[in-house]
């Protein structure tokens, strides 16, 4: 099958952009790697499609002493190359290498995988464990939005009509910082089945345990602290957290948080 047809526009400026966005009926494209089987599928039926490409603005990186902000339009590519700061330490690089294979890193963003927030994209659980900020432009100017808020369900995010995700923005982890993330694929370059990611910052005071890959938004969960600490049980801690899941199998999601976190406190993760 092929797209139906549509009018694929290059807008000269991010303002340009938000206004023919704003007039409704038409999808913005970043790297296209999951618009594009949506579009072959007829599953997207876009009449204008507004490549941002041509917007320089989404490319900005930025490092202070506090935070890196990274451009919307940075691609996984970028950053598994260490060509944009990772305030992490590695673990950044780490996850983008890890993302599909390297055509699909090639092309596909860091915004445009917020964006799309498939349950089980590398991102969506990365940026929720780091506790990032969404920057987002519209017609009634910028807001940011804490990445819990900005994802509210599968492939559902507080994007409204006319809205464009600018950049990201990561809090640098203070000295002694740590971080683990396992995840199960089927096969290399294949979506999580399941998978963890923990954060461990003292100087910042983050204790931060994230399960991701269950069909909605990233679970953090409450109880981290004592998860980390060993006084609460990490499969009780997750199906407690998860009542509408009574029945069925949450296995492989308790052994990628154990080994999330057996990771954080090993030396790998150090940042
Ligand atoms: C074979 C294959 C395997 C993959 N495996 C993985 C994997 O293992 N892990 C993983 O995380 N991902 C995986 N992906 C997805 C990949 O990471 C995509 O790059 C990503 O999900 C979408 O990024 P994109 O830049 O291509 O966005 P696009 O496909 O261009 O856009 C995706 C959606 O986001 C919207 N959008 C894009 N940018 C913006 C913006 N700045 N503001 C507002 N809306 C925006 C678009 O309108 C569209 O609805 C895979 C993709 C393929 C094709």
Known sequence: M???AFDHQFPASLSDAIESFGEGGASLMAGNQSLGPMLNLRLARPEKLIDLASLSDLRAVEETGTLVRLGARITHAEIEDGEVPDPTGGW???????IAYRAVRNRGTIGGS?????????????MTTLGATTILQGPSGERRVPIEDFIIGPYLTVLEVGEILTAVEIAKPGAGARWGYWKYVRQVGDFAKASAAVHIDPARGVKRCVVGALGRQPLVLAESEAVLDGSMSVAETIKGALPDRSGTSL??????????????????GAS
């Open 92 to 98: 950044l690089r780490e996850a983008a290498g890890h």
């Open 251 to 268: 296995a492989q999601h308790v052994v990628a948080l154990e080994r999330a976190i057996a990771q954080a406190m090993s030396d790998g």
């Open 2 to 4: 092929k797209p139906v």
């Open 114 to 126: 917020l964006c799309h927030a498939d349950p089980a994209a590398d991102w969506v659980i990365v």
